[in-house]
């Protein structure tokens, strides 16, 4: 057998199916289906699997397919490969649970605590219709992601690819280039503020120097990535999420005593643009879209259903968040001359928020730690293309020592990296990107496409609307950007 990815194998072709269909390597489908044709992939013999691109012709697939209709006995077509427990032998399917914890935890992260910052301007009617529309959008692009990494699966024969192998493969070199350093900074910058943020609560609470924090945040949570199985990680991610909605619970309870219901009537549109590069940023989990497809082994059903309701909890969450804080800053703020950050308000006036709010952060920035480093882990072995099959230490140490010495050094200067990469990283990663990818790959004559269903309706209308709705936040943030300069000059 030949080893496609963590715990997962691949059954090979006869020799005589890779001598006729070069481009298939190896099958991934274990289940015979009534809808192979259009998925391509057919099932020949009870030892013998094949594969069959879409520029085949019809004529070599008549010549399969033909003795396949008179069975009456099929199987509806549910996963492209099997995940099996290497010590033991036995299948071990990924949990769409687990998946929805997965990506929920990855999106609850530190941009949630800062919302509220940049939504009181808006208000909070505004600021809702906001976040409605950015999890919409955030969903398609995930879907997206999603689409071309099962793709890009099969036709390489191949599980646990990344962005590398899926932009090398739709948008060629250059792809490669913007979604690597795009990739990379946004991680590593978002991996900084967490390691930050989460060894200054551990140094108030346990005492410790804030490098004995950092170390401790860090080799915890990333050893737990590096030596936990799935299931392990499953039910780590499951219980930070179920202590944040517990903390989060807590806190809305606390700081809802003095809220204002008229306040949340508050809208000022003019006040919208400047808040979606952070609200988009809150909205990332995109990273672990190729992690998720592969522990779902491919099952497309399963990853809509995994990215819908996974971020569903954060969008929940985020709503009523920016509820309690927005409804309650006119109390707080009513003899102040300037502009504060709610969060301090709030620990400044009640000292129970003040512990209860520390509990959710540090919860919130462990789960999408996990998330962050099983991504970029990921990114680096794909990068380094480093076998597939195992853990290797090398991608882990990449992604966990440059964040905690960066964050040791000076966690501050990386403040304004962390507003760059909300407004320009991600809306070109997890925007631009992915719609480019799915459009070479759905329209464009050279790339190779194996007729999977597709997870985002609206054809080249839907992709134009998500490429502009990038565009058009990233050039007007550069003309503010630019108009900004030229004032201050």
């Known amino acids: 057998m030949a080893l496609i990815s963590p715990n997962s194998f691949l059954l090979p072709l006869s020799s005589q199916t890779r001598r006729h269909i070069p481009e298939c390597r190896t099958s991934v489908i274990i289940k015979p289906s009534p809808l192979a044709i259009s998925h391509s992939l057919w099932r020949v013999s009870s030892r013998e699997f094949r594969c069959f691109s879409q520029r085949q012709s019809t004529e070599q697939l008549e010549q399969v397919t033909e003795p396949l209709e008179n069975k009456e006995s099929t199987q509806q077509l549910e996963r492209l490969f099997s995940n099996l427990n290497q010590a033991t032998m036995k299948h071990e399917p990924g949990s769409v649970t687990s998946s929805i914890f997965l990506v929920a935890g990855t999106t609850v992260g530190a941009g949630i605590l800062a919302i509220p910052a940049v939504t009181q301007d808006a208000g909070f009617l505004a600021s809702a219709v906001t976040c409605i529309c950015c999890w919409i959008y955030m969903v398609v692009t995930g879907l997206l992601v999603a689409e071309v990494n099962v793709n890009t699966m099969c036709e390489l024969g191949s599980g646990g690819v990344s962005l590398v192998s899926m932009a090398m493969r739709t948008l060629g070199k250059l792809g490669v280039q913007v979604a690597c350093w795009s990739y990379l900074f946004i991680h590593y910058a978002l991996l900084v503020a ?122 929940i969450l985020f709503l009523i968040w920016d509820a309690v804080i927005l409804g309650t800053i006119p109390t707080l703020d009513a003899n102040s001359t300037g502009v504060a950050d709610p969060l301090q308000q709030l620990r400044s006036t009640n000292g129970i928020v003040g512990p209860i709010v520390e509990v959710f952060s540090f919860l919130a920035i462990g789960t999408s730690y996990i998330g962050f480093v099983l991504g970029l882990s990921d990114f680096i072995s794909d990068l380094l293309k480093l076998p597939t099959g195992q853990n290797k230490p090398l991608p882990y140490l990449l992604t966990l020592l440059p964040p905690l010495v960066l964050a040791l050094l000076d966690p501050e200067i990386f403040f304004k990296a962390l507003d760059f990469a909300g407004t320009y990283g991600v809306l070109v990663l997890f925007g631009v990107l992915p719609a480019a990818m799915s459009w070479s790959e759905r329209y464009s004559s050279e790339t190779q496409t194996l007729n999977l269903p597709t997870l985002v309706p609206g054809g080249k209308v839907t992709l134009s609307f998500v490429t502009g709705g990038a565009l058009l936040v990233i050039f007007s943030e550069i003309l503010k950007d630019v108009s900004h300069l030229q004032g201050q000059v």
């Open 194 to 315: 967490y390691v930050a943020r989460s060894s200054e609560i551990l140094t108030n609470s346990l005492g410790i120097p804030l490098w004995e924090s950092a170390a401790l945040f860090s080799f915890i949570f990333g050893g737990i990535c590096y030596f936990g199985s799935q299931r392990i990680i499953g039910a780590v991610n499951g219980f930070l999420v179920f202590g944040i909605l517990v903390s989060f619970t807590s806190l809305v309870v606390v700081a809802s005593g003095n809220l204002e219901w008229s306040s949340l009537l508050e809208a000022h549109v003019e006040a919208i643009p400047r808040s979606i590069p952070i609200i988009a940023l809150a909205f990332v989990y995109q990273n672990v879209v190729p992690v998720l497809c592969t522990n779902l082994e491919g099952d497309l059903p399963k990853v809509r259903t995994a990215i819908v309701y996974g971020t569903a909890i954060p969008l």
